[in-house]
């Protein structure tokens, strides 16, 4: 099993910039990709970002290609969200999650193995 700490969530203005921060503990094999999901009210959890386990290779949702930034530090199991130009649609709460083993440009539902219990993230108009 994987344990998940998140921290960065909160409340932040249209515009404003926010960063989510999410370590990984436990089993989870020797390489892994991390990314983030995000789920808001009323609609179907989507991909926001991924990043390989080198940090080499980084995916994104076309929604935030350009004000989203996904980087990881493995000394520290940890991966970073970088949040830029927030809009109010990108209010959700944001998943964690962790990929052992499917292909790491593939960022579907199901090729997650492991999720976190998710942060609050709120843009304010």
């Known amino acids: 099993q994987v344990q998940f700490l998140e921290s960065g969530g909160g409340l932040v203005q249209a515009g404003g910039s926010l960063r989510l921060s999410c370590t990984a503990s436990g089993r989870a094999g020797s390489t892994y990709a991390m990314g983030w999901f995000r789920q808001a009210p009323g609609k179907e959890r989507e991909f926001v970002c991924g990043?390989?386990?080198?940090?080499?290779?980084?995916y994104y949702a076309d929604s935030v290609k350009g004000r989203f930034t996904i980087s990881r530090d493995n000394g520290k199991n940890t991966v970073y969200l970088q949040m830029n130009s927030a809009k109010p649609e990108d209010t959700a709460v944001y998943y964690c999650v962790v990929k052992a083993f499917s292909p790491p440009e593939v960022w579907t539902l199901s090729s997650v193995d492991y999720w976190g219990q998710g942060t609050q993230v709120t843009v304010s108009s």
């Open positions: 990043i390989s386990w080198s940090g080499g290779s980084t």
